[in-house]
């Protein structure tokens, strides 16, 4: 993954308690995942014990890893990422051995498969989690990936190149060629994945503009806090939330 921060600054160069990356030449970075669990303490324990630390944003009240937030909610929902969209969230880790010892001692086992420098491991609601060891890192866990399956690989990597840039830092997507039907992700336990968007206004009128459908009331601006967001689905059932403020969560 290419470094789109700070001169002399990467991802694995994060503080522990940071948020969200420095956006890439396309003004993207990762945002807030939304989650909906039918669980929310055993969902919060399982993130927890990964490495997510609490933030909050007004009243909102989030998770945090460096490089990604997520919004847990606790709700109905209608299966995993498997057979979806989006097939796992990647995050790297300083020291794969240690980090599934220490999981593992809080009941999170691997799922088969796992190497000496990559494993994956799934939550409570069936989410996909990929585990890639980085020694480069300066903290024990990081946001890295997203894993979509999509029909055509090559037109969906050109649809997000052409509206979020090549490279998101902090959910960098690898797309996998679906080998048969793939349901959206809306109403899922991993409901849709978060881009931090700047100038989102002006981005969601070019979407529209381009006639790429703006999903409820379109461009939103909260009333009790200083945050905007913007709902699409993509053309493979992915559904995204774009925001602007999310610097300020704590």
């Known amino acids: 993954m ?95 051995k240690d980090s599934l010892a220490k999981w593992e001692a809080a009941d999170i086992k691997p799922m088969p498969g796992a190497t000496a420098t990559q494993a994956f491991v799934l939550s409570p609601d069936e989410i996909k989690v990929r585990v890639t060891e980085d020694k480069s890192l300066a903290v024990p866990i990081a946001a890295d990936s997203l894993g979509m399956r999509v029909s055509n690989v090559k037109e969906a990597r050109a649809w997000y190149e052409k509206w979020f840039g090549a490279d998101i830092p902090g959910s960098r997507i690898t797309f996998l060629e679906a080998k048969g039907p793939v349901v959206p992700t809306k109403g899922r336990h991993f409901d849709r994945i978060g881009l931090e968007v700047k100038n989102l206004e002006e981005f969601c009128k070019k979407l529209d503009g381009a006639g790429i459908k703006l999903d409820g009331k379109g461009y939103n601006r909260a009333k009790n806090m200083d945050l905007a967001v913007c709902l699409i689905t993509d053309p493979w059932g992915t559904y995204i939330e774009m925001s602007e403020g999310l610097a300020a969560v704590k």
């Open 2 to 96: 290419k470094c789109r921060l700070l001169p002399a600054l990467c991802l694995g160069a994060l503080p522990l308690l940071a948020q969200l990356p420095a956006p890439n030449p396309a003004g993207v970075s990762a945002g807030h995942d939304i989650m909906i669990v039918k669980d929310l303490e055993a969902a919060t324990k399982f993130w927890t014990t990964l490495g997510a630390e609490p933030a909050q944003l007004a009243q909102l009240k989030m998770l945090k890893f460096p490089g990604v937030l997520f919004l847990v909610r606790q709700g109905m929902n209608q299966g995993g990422t498997e057979g979806s969209s989006v097939e796992f969230i990647g995050f790297k880790v300083k020291n794969l």
